[in-house]
């Protein structure tokens, strides 16, 4: 069974860089797209960006530059900096494993099947 | 973006009874929708991918369909452990996009 733990603080000021890692195991990880989820308190599930092995990435335009997602590939791990963080980016942080479900044409399909256990992350003052 | 929207928001249901969900792309998504269940302080689970594949070890109680714009989740008969928030992710194409979730919840 395929298990992604995750690691990383959780409480953070207005303005500091939010960091998160999220490590692999009992499975393989060249063959996935390796991505952050968030969700603020009581609301939907946004997605952040996702990663492949050999470090070809997306990142959702929302976040505006402030967003990079690295690989390990050889310690089956991925992490997550945000920077300037705000208190509205308060809520859990999810890591998840992406399957590839096809090529639409405009790019690889993907879907969630294996996630994290979540990470609390307050910003506040 | 694609946007994703879910109806209804909420929906009151009993054991036993049959319940469908709806989730509507502002685009053509062709068969690139997949629908998630998530319970209080836990992350989501996928229960179908690609409109209408059972992810494995999830309840045949559960079938998704649609294609295009329109889809649906149905639980055939609803059970105790079911009563959650369920997701719908359009992966047509980026970013990915998530419906605002459905709470299914006991009448």
């Known amino acids: 069974q395929v298990e992604l733990q995750q690691q990383g603080a959780g409480l953070l000021t207005p303005s500091e860089t939010l960091s998160l890692t999220c490590v692999v195991s009992?499975?393989?990880?060249?063959?996935?797209?390796w991505t952050w989820i968030r969700q603020p308190p009581g609301k939907g599930l946004e997605w952040i960006g996702e990663?492949?092995?050999?470090?070809?990435?997306n990142y959702n335009p929302s976040l505006k530059g402030r967003v990079t997602i690295s690989v390990e590939a050889s310690k089956k791990q991925f992490s997550l900096n945000l920077t300037s963080v705000t208190a509205a980016e308060t809520g859990v942080y999810f890591c998840?494993?992406?399957?590839?479900?096809?090529?639409?044409?405009?790019?690889?399909?993907?879907?969630?099947?294996?996630w994290g256990l979540g990470t609390q992350v307050t910003v506040s003052s | 973006d694609i946007q994703m929207t879910q109806s209804p928001s909420t929906l009151s249901a009993f054991v036993g009874d049959r319940v469908t969900i709806t989730c509507r792309a502002s685009?053509?998504?062709?068969?690139?929708l997949n629908w998630y269940q998530q319970k209080p302080g836990k992350a989501p689970n996928l229960l179908i991918y690609?409109?209408?594949s059972l992810h494995s070890g999830v309840p045949s109680r559960f079938s998704g369909s649609g294609s295009g714009t329109d889809f649906t989740l149905t639980i055939s008969s609803l059970r105790p452990e079911d009563f959650a928030t369920y997701y719908c992710?359009?992966?047509?194409?980026?970013?990915?996009?998530f419906g605002q979730g459905t709470r299914v919840e006991t009448k």
């Open positions: 685009q053509n998504i062709g068969s690139y």
């Open positions: 690609s409109a209408s």
């Open positions: 990663i492949d092995y050999s470090g070809s990435i």
């Open positions: 009992r499975g393989s990880f060249n063959a996935y797209y």
């Open positions: 992710q359009q992966s047509y194409n980026s970013p990915r996009t």
């Open positions: 998840a494993r992406g399957k590839k479900g096809g090529y639409s044409g405009y790019g690889t399909a993907l879907f969630f099947d294996y």
